[in-house]
């Protein structure tokens, strides 16, 4: 046994099933190894195979020159010329030309073509085409997804036929058809289905909405909803407005033929201390004509004395509008409102409220109140 480990000369080395070593050449199967296909293998460290279809544990690293039909362990590395059909184990990483079913890999998982299964890794995972999901701690890279593409920092696609998450950014150079997620910024070229993030999503032409914490930015979209909407054939507007409360407002206001965002700053007039205000919210566009429409808009209001004083509205807006021209819109309506202050001057805007709190611990004033809001916008 101790000279067919160490030369290889055995009779039946191309017929063997069964291939036991420790470091290529040093094995049952000698250095004609790399012609023979096995139904089990297994190498202290290192092993070589023309294929393996059964189960093949490495140590340190498993090579096979074509094709995988069954599971490979290795401590390190995988590395198959050809296709996998099973599963692959590898300490650091897995490379494989096709893959079918799934490759875990505590690095990366390679696929110089395509994939059609599951890959996991710790860091990245990459192939041509995907027919399935890929799941890695930092990032995905494929040409086209049918499928699932999860990553904790960035997934990378042409196209798209199913959904990205990411806990940074999805990029899709071609269509997505399905959803984009991420907990920072999604682009893609057109979008047939939604995008969803943090912070900023970047499009062509979406058919679906846009969900922003922040901006969103596309050439067509009829449903975005952020603060800041940058759409080339949608909305924008500068406007000046006033309440019941006398705080006056300089907002910009953006977005789709129904959804838009508000943005805005200004003044109170009736305040001695907090008299700077803060206006952030969303709106929508209903029966709209071309010299009519009503706006709703669900918006909330900050005034600021920059010290302990506190002033925070919510309010529902129901606005009917009038466009005077095609660039000037004057509108008016009344609005419900929800205020939390633990100033007098704040609790003094309003005199009939028809709710307040009754509980005497609490250290801020909470109320409703019906009241109004005014203004006028220029489209551009």
């Not at 080395?13 to 293998?41: C, E, M, R, W």
């Not at 975005?224 to 907002?251: A, F, H, M, R, V």
């Not at 004057?330 to 003094?348: D, P, Q, R, V």
Request: proline letters at 1%; one cysteine or more; a positive charge.
């Amino acid at each position: 046994m101790a000279v067919l480990l160490a030369t290889g000369l055995s009779a039946n080395a191309q017929t063997d099933k069964v291939h036991l070593g420790v470091i290529y050449p040093v094995s049952t199967h000698g250095t004609h190894a790399p012609l023979d296909t096995n139904n089990f293998s297994f190498h202290a460290l290192a092993g070589v195979s023309a294929e393996e279809r059964g189960l093949a544990f490495a140590g340190l690293s498993l090579v096979v020159k074509n094709n995988v039909k069954g599971v490979a362990f290795a401590g390190f590395s995988n590395h198959i010329g050809n296709a996998v059909d099973g599963v692959l184990f590898a300490g650091f990483v897995n490379t494989y030309a096709i893959g079918k079913g799934m490759q875990f890999a505590g690095f990366s998982n390679i696929a110089v073509a395509d994939a059609e299964g599951a890959q996991f890794s710790g860091f990245l995972n990459t192939s041509a085409n995907l027919n399935g999901t890929q799941l890695a701690g930092f990032g995905n890279v494929a040409k086209n997804v049918k499928g699932a593409q999860f990553s904790g920092f960035f997934n990378v696609a042409k196209e798209v036929k199913g959904s990205q998450f990411a806990g940074f950014s999805n990029v899709s150079t071609g269509i997505i058809k399905g959803h984009q997620l991420a907990g920072f910024a999604n682009i893609a070229e057109e979008v047939d289905g939604s995008q969803i993030a943090g912070f900023i999503n970047v499009a062509k032409k979406v058919r679906g909405i846009q969900l922003a914490g922040f901006i969103n930015i596309a050439d067509s979209s009829d449903c975005p909803i952020g603060i800041i909407n940058l759409i080339k054939n949608g909305e924008k507007s500068i406007g000046i407005s006033y309440d019941e409360t006398q705080t006056t407002l300089l907002s910009f206001r953006s977005g789709g033929k129904k959804l838009y965002g508000i943005i805005g700053g200004g003044y109170n007039l009736k305040n001695d201390d907090a008299v700077v205000a803060f206006e952030a919210g969303f709106g929508a566009h209903f029966f709209s004509s071309r010299y009519f429409r009503i706006n709703t808009e669900l918006a909330g209001i900050t005034l600021e004395d920059f010290k302990r004083g506190e002033y925070f509205k919510s309010s529902f807006r129901l606005l009917p509008s009038v466009r005077i021209s095609k660039t000037i819109e004057l509108y008016g309506g009344a609005s419900l409102n929800f205020i939390s202050t633990n100033t007098s001057e704040g609790k003094a805007l309003v005199s009939n409220y028809f709710w307040e709190n009754k509980n005497r611990w609490s250290t801020n004033f909470n109320a409703f109140h019906i009241g109004y809001s005014a203004g006028l916008n220029f489209n551009f």
